[in-house]
C-alpha cells in the first residue's frame, strides 16, 4: 500500500528554521520524482520543491536559496530543509508523488512562521 506520511511542522519565528521529513511506504522514493507543495490560507497548492529519481533538485523562485530538497534512501524518506523562512512561508506542507500512475499526497504537516 503506498503512504506518503509527513511531520516535522510547527511554530517557528521569522528567519528559524525547520526539517520536514516525508516517509514513504509501498513504493522506494528514489525511482519516482517526490515533490513538497504547500497550500497557505485562501490560496491554491503551490509546487515548492522537487527532487527527481535521478537525484535533480527544482525550486520555486519564492524559496530558492533558503529552501532544500533531499533524500535518504536507507530510510526511504523525502526531506524539506527550511531556513530563513518567512511569514509568508506560513502553510500546509504536502509530500507528493505519481506512483503507479496515481497522484498520491499525505496528510500535510502545518508550519507557521510568526513572532
Known amino acids: 500500500q503506498v503512504r506518503l506520511v509527513e511531520s516535522g511542522g510547527g511554530l517557528v519565528q521569522p528567519g528559524g528554521s525547520l526539517r520536514l521529513s516525508c516517509a514513504a511506504s509501498?513504493?522506494?522514493?528514489?525511482?519516482?520524482?517526490m515533490n513538497w507543495y504547500r497550500q497557505a490560507p485562501g490560496k491554491g497548492r503551490e509546487l515548492v520543491a522537487t527532487i527527481t529519481n535521478g537525484g535533480s533538485t527544482n525550486y520555486a523562485d519564492s524559496v530558492k536559496g533558503r529552501f532544500t530538497i533531499s533524500r535518504d534512501n536507507t530510510k526511504n524518506t523525502v526531506y524539506l530543509q527550511m531556513n530563513s523562512l518567512k511569514p509568508e512561508d506560513t502553510a500546509v506542507y504536502y509530500c507528493n508523488a505519481r506512483v503507479f500512475t496515481s497522484n498520491r499526497w499525505g496528510q500535510g504537516t502545518q508550519v507557521t512562521v510568526s513572532s
Open positions: 509501498g513504493f522506494v522514493v528514489s525511482s519516482y520524482n
